[in-house]
């Protein structure tokens, strides 16, 4: 009988699922998750502090300063997210069959995983949280989409419809630095029709691409994804961009197991995850709504 449980520990299947989601979320590439240690089961939450502004004032040579009083806020933010795999592995198959199978089926269900998780993060967290405050005004709206061409032919071009998000940004005070952008395929195609994406620093060897990055333009650090709500690359996709500390994720995996099946010849394997997001800074996040002309 095919032992799996001594063949791969849980602890080692669970670090293969949780490295295999690390490196291919895309939206998670653009959030704020340092509170992702923080967390354990369903039913958390976390306080996330949101640091207002500090005043600067003009000094003058032997007159007193003034201190303000500062009052840091915080937002709940709750781990409401619940999602898990299970699958099978036969006795039958061969003893070194069996690690390759866990091993591969563990990394497909930490890909499965992820599109879960940047299908939330992105249609309901984002979408949801870019709300009046933030940068969204003049971006489009799902009833009437920005067309954008890779030379301006038709709507904007691909340069202006960037510069368009960018300045959005800008009259919100957002910092130039780490801003990224979570974009469609389409859309990346008219970048490279356009010839403007540049490579980003750093990005080099088998690992440039991972997390959906593909490069620089504008500014912007550029992801690929497809799971922004789209109803087609004609009638409007959402594209967002920002910085990394305008949405705040945490999520967990906190339990993974081999389990012997009571009516089958074969070992179980399952494993919960649970998390959670929320846009925790609005104004930071830009949202826009462009359709390919």
Same mark, same amino acid.
């Given at each position: 009988?095919?032992?799996?449980?001594?063949l791969?520990?849980?602890?080692?299947?669970?670090?293969? #699922?949780?490295?295999?989601?690390?490196?291919?979320?895309?939206a998670?590439a653009?959030?704020?998750?340092?509170?992702?240690?923080?967390?354990?089961?369903?039913?958390?939450?976390?306080?996330?502090? @949101?640091?207002?502004? #500090?005043?600067?004032?003009?000094?003058?040579?032997?007159?007193?300063?003034?201190?303000?009083?500062?009052?840091?806020?915080?937002?709940?933010?709750? &781990?409401?997210?619940? !999602?898990?795999?299970?699958?099978d592995i036969?006795?039958?198959?061969?003893?070194?069959?069996?690690v390759n199978?866990?091993?591969?089926?563990?990394?497909?269900?930490?890909?499965?995983?992820?599109?879960?998780?940047?299908?939330?993060?992105?249609?309901?967290? =984002?979408?949801n949280? /870019?709300? &009046?405050?933030?940068? *969204?005004?003049?971006?489009?709206? *799902?009833?009437t989409?920005?067309?954008?061409?890779?030379?301006?032919? *038709?709507?904007?071009?691909?340069?202006?419809a960037?510069?368009?998000?960018? !300045?959005s940004?800008?009259?919100?005070h957002?910092?130039?630095?780490?801003?990224?952008?979570?974009?469609?395929?389409?859309?990346?195609?008219?970048l490279?029709?356009?010839?403007?994406?540049?490579?980003?620093?750093? =990005?080099?060897?088998?690992? /440039?691409?991972?997390?959906?990055?593909?490069?620089?333009?504008?500014?912007?650090?550029?992801y690929?994804?497809?799971?922004?709500?789209e109803?087609?690359?004609?009638?409007?996709?959402?594209?967002? /961009?920002?910085?990394?500390?305008?949405? *705040?994720?945490?999520?967990n995996?906190?339990? #993974?197991?081999?389990?012997?099946?009571?009516?089958? =010849?074969?070992?179980? &394997?399952?494993?919960?995850?649970?998390?959670?997001?929320? @846009?925790?800074?609005?104004?930071?996040?830009?949202?826009a709504?462009?359709?390919?002309?």
């Amino acid at each position: 009988m095919a032992n799996l449980s001594a063949l791969i520990p849980s602890d080692v299947l669970a670090a293969m #699922v949780e490295e295999a989601l690390r490196k291919s979320l895309v939206a998670g590439a653009a959030v704020n998750n340092k509170y992702e240690g923080t967390i354990s089961q369903a039913g958390d939450s976390v306080s996330i502090p @949101v640091i207002g502004d #500090v005043t600067v004032n003009d000094y003058t040579k032997g007159t007193d300063i003034t201190y303000e009083s500062l009052d840091a806020a915080s937002q709940l933010l709750k &781990v409401d997210q619940q !999602k898990y795999f299970a699958f099978d592995i036969e006795d039958i198959d061969e003893r070194q069959s069996i690690v390759n199978i866990a091993s591969l089926y563990s990394q497909r269900a930490a890909y499965n995983m992820r599109d879960a998780i940047d299908q939330w993060l992105l249609q309901t967290v =984002m979408s949801n949280g /870019a709300g &009046v405050k933030g940068a *969204t005004y003049g971006l489009g709206t *799902t009833v009437t989409p920005i067309q954008v061409s890779y030379d301006g032919t *038709t709507g904007l071009s691909v340069v202006e419809a960037l510069g368009t998000i960018a !300045k959005s940004l800008d009259y919100n005070h957002v910092p130039q630095e780490g801003r990224f952008a979570i974009i469609p395929p389409w859309f990346h195609a008219l970048l490279v029709q356009a010839q403007i994406l540049e490579q980003a620093n750093g =990005m080099a060897g088998d690992d /440039a691409f991972a997390n959906g990055r593909i490069g620089r333009a504008f500014g912007f650090n550029l992801y690929k994804s497809t799971n922004a709500t789209e109803a087609s690359y004609e009638t409007g996709t959402e594209i967002f /961009a920002g910085i990394d500390m305008a949405t *705040t994720y945490v999520g967990n995996l906190t339990n #993974v197991e081999v389990v012997r099946r009571d009516k089958r =010849m074969a070992d179980g &394997v399952r494993g919960l995850y649970v998390f959670g997001g929320k @846009v925790t800074q609005v104004k930071g996040l830009a949202k826009a709504v462009f359709s390919a002309a």
